[in-house]
């Protein structure tokens, strides 16, 4: 089939790539230099020229913090886009999959989040992004939106990454015990999308919708560096584990608001055929390639 993606070069578009070798499907893939998608013209050339099956949206403005003071840009990216993305996808009457996030959450929540929850974001970052959700529903009905948390992988900049380095540069590092979520390694959330292709190649019947789809164990960054630092040291990646000290959000402040308890979860995942992310799985294979 073929398949229109965009934001290769980030870190779900990396892994999405990798996922479709060896497969028969035909690709075009655009970086931001090749296809800006907030730019009606471009994304109206590029998916005429196309004529895809499906279109993937894995563009996004991510630099949480940066968006507080670049809200123009970030709602160009992450609303914008998506909906110039969504118009074509329902001319062409083909499925659009997009991914937001749990920043889309206030993060007060005590038991994970369900799709069907009240959203309420913090910050500019997931008020664009909760924009992008809106004006994907109101513009193509066969939309898949996944709800992603705390995606790494070996491309980018990532916390695993991050984690890995600082490792090898210090004794001891703090870390933040108090904001809970669900890591997600972007090769499952690429293969989850993948799924959702073929389904729709094999005209399986897809349920349109939002759906969460991140790690299956919540942890905190503090858990989560942790067992980086448990792996890491066991593969080798590492010489050794620096001293780990727990701090409280109030300890690290950050331009954007981070939701405290953003843990998600998504009992019809199924509908999809797809399953949450193995994140310990996940990690195992980043720090044997990074
Ligand atoms: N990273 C996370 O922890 C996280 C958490 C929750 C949800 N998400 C969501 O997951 C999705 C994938 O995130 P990611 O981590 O793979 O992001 P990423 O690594 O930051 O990549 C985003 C890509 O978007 C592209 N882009 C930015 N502006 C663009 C524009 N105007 N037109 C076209 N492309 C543009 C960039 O392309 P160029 O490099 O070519 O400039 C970049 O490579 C996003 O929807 C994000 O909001 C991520």
């Given at each position: 089939m073929r398949i229109l993606l965009t934001g290769k070069n980030g870190q779900l578009g990396r892994c999405f790539q990798d996922v479709l070798t060896g497969t028969d499907h035909a690709l075009f893939a655009y970086g931001s230099a090749e296809l800006n998608i907030a730019d009606a013209q471009q994304v109206a050339e590029v998916v005429q020229q196309v004529k895809p099956d499906i279109i993937v949206n894995a563009a996004a403005y991510t630099t949480v913090d940066k968006a507080e003071t670049d809200s123009g840009n970030a709602y160009l990216v992450n609303a914008t886009g998506p909906e110039l993305l969504a118009k074509q996808a329902a001319d062409l009457d083909i499925p659009f999959v997009h991914v937001s996030t749990d920043y889309v959450f206030d993060g007060e929540a005590v038991e994970p989040y369900l799709p069907t929850d009240e959203t309420n974001p913090q910050g500019v970052y997931g008020a664009s992004k909760l924009a992008g959700e809106r004006a994907v529903k109101a513009a193509c009905e066969?939309?898949?939106?996944?709800?992603?948390?705390?995606?790494?992988?070996?491309?980018?900049?990532?916390?695993?990454?991050?984690?890995?380095?600082?490792?090898?540069?210090?004794?001891?590092?703090?870390?933040?015990?108090?904001?809970?979520?669900?890591?997600?390694?972007?090769?499952?959330?690429?293969?989850?999308?993948?799924?959702?292709?073929?389904?729709?190649?094999?005209?399986?019947?897809?349920?349109?919708?939002?759906?969460?789809?991140?790690g299956d164990t919540p942890t905190s960054w503090?858990?989560?560096?942790?067992?980086?630092?448990?792996?890491?040291?066991?593969?080798?990646?590492?010489?050794?584990?620096?001293?780990?000290?727990?701090?409280?959000?109030?300890?690290?402040?950050?331009?954007?608001?981070?939701?405290?308890?953003?843990?998600?979860?998504?009992?019809?995942?199924?509908?999809?055929?797809?399953?949450?992310?193995?994140?310990?799985?996940?990690?195992?294979?980043?720090?044997?390639?990074?």
């Open positions: 066969k939309y898949i939106i996944l709800r992603t948390a705390w995606v790494f992988s070996e491309y980018g900049n990532n916390f695993v990454k991050t984690m890995v380095r600082l490792a090898r540069e210090r004794d001891a590092l703090s870390v933040v015990a108090d904001q809970y979520g669900c890591p997600t390694y972007a090769g499952d959330l690429a293969k989850a999308i993948l799924h959702i292709c073929e389904q729709h190649e094999h005209d399986k019947p897809l349920v349109w919708g939002t759906y969460h789809y991140c503090h858990g989560f560096a942790r067992a980086i630092f448990a792996k890491a040291e066991v593969l080798g990646v590492i010489d050794k584990r620096p001293q780990l000290k727990a701090i409280s959000s109030d300890q690290y402040p950050t331009p954007a608001k981070r939701p405290e308890y953003s843990v998600m979860k998504d009992e019809n995942l199924s509908l999809l055929g797809i399953t949450p992310s193995d994140w310990f799985a996940g990690l195992r294979s980043v720090l044997n390639r990074i």
